[in-house]
């Protein structure tokens, strides 16, 4: 894909949907990782893995609530690469939060890993990537388009970070920088694997019993979301820039003729 000796800087690089892009990248040829998470033990296991595949990493233990120390922490390693090729803000919280039951707290905590960690790096990013005529790939959410009551925070999260994106592709557009988007549906990741387990009691197999009622038979996994990142960060999508993509089965917008479907 055009990636040969590339470098990528990936938040939420621990697990699921990070670690998986990361990975990707690095099959396709990237050769220098800022990886970002707050879990240091995760995040070593990624860059191990990175090594096998002879992809230099370089782990950066913050978190990304307090964004001053972030930036202080990243911005180093980020000079240390001479030069960005990509962006992946794949690091995100997902707190439950309804009209009446978000407290202010659990608002700006949501705000602040899933909105305002993204802005400061792409910004503090910006001058490397116009130097290399780089990608940033936002990873939001279906919600976007609105969400659950139990997920109303949340889902203001990533429409404001879809928004955030778009306004990044036009600001750098003239610079040859482009900015994607990806929308997910509903993926399995460990964190979510957690959260349906234990805050909503589902049994352990509820990936397969409710992925087999979807369209396409499964839930996502991070393994698509990081197909489609390597397309967009890649010369074949060259042409593209300030997409929100919409990387789910159902269409947006529609309604199902089926009611009883999924």
């Not at 590339?6 to 099959?27: C, E, F, P, Y």
């Not at 997902?94 to 890993?113: H, K, N, P, Q, S």
């Not at 993926?187 to 234990?198: A, F, L, M, N």
Request: proline share 5%.
């Amino acid at each position: 894909m055009g990636l040969t000796n590339r470098t990528a800087l990936v938040t939420g690089a621990a697990q699921g949907v990070g670690a998986a892009i990361a990975m990707r990248l690095a099959s396709e040829g990237v050769a220098r990782f800022v990886l970002v998470d707050r879990n240091a033990a995760g995040l070593e296991a990624t860059v191990s893995e990175l090594a096998k595949k002879g992809a230099e990493a370089a782990p950066v233990v913050v978190d990304l609530l307090d964004i001053e120390s972030a930036v202080a922490a990243i911005r180093p390693a980020l000079d240390a690469l001479s030069g960005l090729d990509v962006l992946v803000n794949a690091a995100g919280l997902t707190d439950r939060g309804g009209l009446e039951d978000t407290d202010i707290a659990t608002f700006d905590r949501l705000f602040g890993v899933n909105t305002r960690a993204p802005f400061f790096l792409m910004q503090i990013a910006a001058p490397s990537l116009r130097r290399r005529r780089g990608v940033i790939v936002n990873i939001c959410s279906v919600l976007a388009h609105g969400g659950p009551p139990h997920l109303m925070a949340y889902s203001a999260t990533k429409s404001a970070l879809a928004t955030l994106t778009k306004s990044a592709a036009n600001t750098l557009k003239r610079d040859r920088v482009r900015a994607f988007g990806v929308n997910l549906g509903w993926t399995v990741t460990p964190s979510e694997r957690r959260v349906q387990t234990e805050r909503h009691g589902l049994p352990a197999n509820w990936p397969e019993v409710i992925g087999a009622k979807q369209p396409f038979g499964r839930l996502l996994i991070p393994e698509d979301v990081a197909d489609l990142t390597a397309f967009l960060v890649s010369p074949a999508a060259g042409m593209m820039t300030g997409a929100i993509i919409d990387l789910e089965q159902y269409v947006v917008g529609t309604v199902d003729d089926n009611p009883g479907a999924g």
